[in-house]
């Protein structure tokens, strides 16, 4: 069946980049998206791609995105804490949408 | 298995009319929530509720209503007052409200 698949965990230190990863297994998506969530809040739209497109750039943000792959990335450039959260990898058709059971980021000093 | 179970998957309303979209969980989670999806547009909080018998609104509550009697449900009741209806649906749940979200297949109501 569909799956999104993200590892649980991620440990980086403060300034480091951050390269959170996700695989999906079907291949009609329209667009895939990144979401955020941080302790006590709701879930928080960071960035999406359509895909149709391979790479998108927003200020600290860069998604990469490999069709044929089905991999997903999310890289988050000078890492601060303000970043700890977790990261869920969202992917969506005309028929679903099937999230990820997210990446807890931490970061370290 | 534990899981979230929404219902039905496809929806379809007249114009007018209410209609109920069922989300059921056996994870013995405290908090749930229901999000509405448009395309190319991030998922939207419409209410959620952390105890049985207590639910807030969320940034899109209007049109919308819910009721939290037991702690496996969370039936969400898309109204006539709401103007633009036709979206995805989505329900989750955590134990804390505090991340470990558990999703549901979501529900995708069409206005005919």
């Known amino acids: 069946g569909e799956d999104v698949e993200q590892s649980l965990f991620l440990s980086v230190r403060e300034g480091d980049s951050s390269v959170i990863n996700c695989t999906y297994t079907?291949?009609?998506?329209?667009?895939l998206y990144w979401y955020k969530q941080e302790p006590g809040a709701g879930l928080q739209l960071l960035t999406y791609?359509?895909?149709?497109?391979d790479m998108k750039q927003d200020q600290r943000l860069t998604v990469l995105l490999n069709k044929k792959d089905k991999h997903l990335s999310l890289r988050i450039a000078d890492t601060q804490t303000g970043d700890s959260a977790i990261y869920f990898c969202?992917?969506?058709?005309?028929?679903?949408?099937?999230f990820g059971s997210g990446t807890r980021l931490s970061i370290r000093p | 298995d534990g899981g979230i179970t929404q219902s039905p998957k496809y929806l379809f309303r007249k114009e007018g009319q209410n209609v109920t979209l069922s989300c059921e969980q056996n994870?013995?989670?405290?908090?749930m929530y229901w999000y509405r999806q448009d395309p190319g547009q991030g998922l939207r909080l419409i209410y959620y509720?952390?105890?049985?018998?207590?639910?807030q609104k969320g940034d899109i509550a209007e049109g919308y209503s819910v009721s939290r009697e037991k702690k496996e449900s969370f039936p969400l009741t898309v109204t006539s007052a709401q103007k633009n209806p036709t979206a995805f649906y989505l329900c989750?749940?955590?134990?804390?409200?505090?991340?470990?979200?558990?999703f549901g297949s979501g529900t995708r109501l069409t206005v005919v």
């Open positions: 989750a749940s955590t134990p804390t409200g505090v991340g470990g979200y558990t």
């Open positions: 079907d291949s009609s998506s329209t667009y």
């Open positions: 791609i359509f895909s149709n497109m």
């Open positions: 969202v992917y969506s058709s005309a028929s679903k949408i099937i």
């Open positions: 994870l013995n989670h405290d908090a």
């Open positions: 509720s952390q105890i049985v018998n207590d639910f």
